[in-house]
């Protein structure tokens, strides 16, 4: 049974976004760079290897 103190977030509605702009700093300022959701993480790895600072990850909606 669910606690009705608890706050639940809402459903997501709509397609699920299929591409992520990272947003990130580095030693040539702020970046971003658009990616498919499917490399996110493989992206996210690679930036942080080479030195940067993830800010956000915003997620793209399908158009």
Do not use: C, F, I
């Not at 706050?7 to 990616?35: D, E, F, I, K």
Request: zero cysteines; glycine letters at 6%; proline letters at 10%.
């Amino acid at each position: 049974m669910a606690d009705a103190s608890v706050p639940r977030l809402p459903l997501q509605q709509g397609p699920l976004p299929n591409r992520v702009r990272l947003h990130y700093w580095n030693t040539g300022g702020a970046q971003s760079v658009v990616v498919p959701l499917e490399q996110e993480r493989l992206r996210r790895q690679q930036l942080v290897a080479e030195g940067a600072v993830l800010l956000r990850a915003e997620p793209l909606k399908v158009a």
